[in-house]
T-cell receptor
Framework: DTGVSQNPRHKITKRGQNVTFRCDPISEHNRLYWYRQTLGQGPEFLTYFQNEAQLEKSRLLSDRFSAERPKGSFSTLEIQRTEQGDSAMYLC??????????????FGPGTRLTVT | DAKTTQPNSMESNEEEPVHLPCNHSTISGTDYIHWYRQLPSQGPEYVIHGLTSNVNNRMASLAIAEDRKSSTLILHRATLRDAAVYYCILRSNNAGNMLTFGGGTRLMVKP
């Protein structure tokens, strides 16, 4: 399977703990996006990378959140001092962006985080 | 970001066409209209997009009103596997390709 993969698929953690999620994009896709989705809502944009550069961050991405894409391939999203409000599905997407046209985003299956 | 308005839910019979409406009265000239869908327990997947002209692909057709203030996603023959939440999204060409999802329309397909 050469789609976007995310690990773990599920994570249960206690409030105050740190968690880290990993996203492996489709090979050679230079753009990588993180979204968050709460129950019954559409996904909300968090941040995106072009290669290793983080080009945009949403206001939703508080100081407790940090994302990296050190070699322009896989990415990690870390949440420090988790809160119950962080419980959500965290989705990763990737696209190949080579010009002014639109290139569809391919989404992974998501990591479901439950903070108890 | 310009906003879209979609019905919360729609129902269709299997093998019949489905027309999913979307209103976007505040669309600007550089906004593209995108449709993604999200099947149960999966991430969203791209369906189709357009700017001004109607568009067709293997999954669906997109009909865009002449004033661009509304659009309709057309599934020509609904199958049970088309049951999903369908999101109509406006994307500015200057927005870094990020997508701003709304609440979407939950499509239910009856056998």
């Amino acid at each position: 399977d050469t789609g976007v993969s995310q690990n773990p698929r599920h994570k249960i953690t206690k409030r105050g703990q740190n968690v880290t999620f990993r996203c492996d994009p489709i090979s050679e896709h230079n753009r990588l996006y993180w979204y968050r989705q709460t129950l019954g809502q559409g996904p909300e944009f968090l941040t995106y990378f072009q290669n290793e550069a983080q080009l945009e961050k949403s206001r939703l991405l508080s100081d407790r959140f940090s994302a990296e894409r050190p070699k322009g391939s896989f990415s990690t999203l870390e949440i420090q001092r988790t809160e119950q409000g962080d419980s959500a599905m965290y989705l990763c997407a990737s696209s190949l962006h080579t010009g002014p046209n639109y290139y569809e985003q391919y989404f992974g299956p998501g990591t479901r985080l439950t903070v108890t | 970001d310009a906003k879209t308005t979609q019905p919360n839910s729609m129902e269709s019979n299997e093998e019949e066409p489905v027309h999913l409406p979307c209103n976007h009265s505040t669309i600007s000239g550089t906004d593209y209209i995108h449709w993604y869908r999200q099947l149960p327990s999966q991430g969203p997947e791209y369906v189709i997009h357009g700017l001004t002209s109607n568009v067709n692909n293997r999954m669906a057709s997109l009909a865009i009103a002449e004033d661009r203030k509304s659009s309709t996603l057309i599934l020509h023959r609904a199958t049970l596997r088309d049951a999903a939440v369908y999101y109509c999204i406006l994307r500015s060409n200057n927005a870094g390709n990020m997508l701003t999802f709304g609440g979407g329309t939950r499509l239910m397909v009856k056998p």
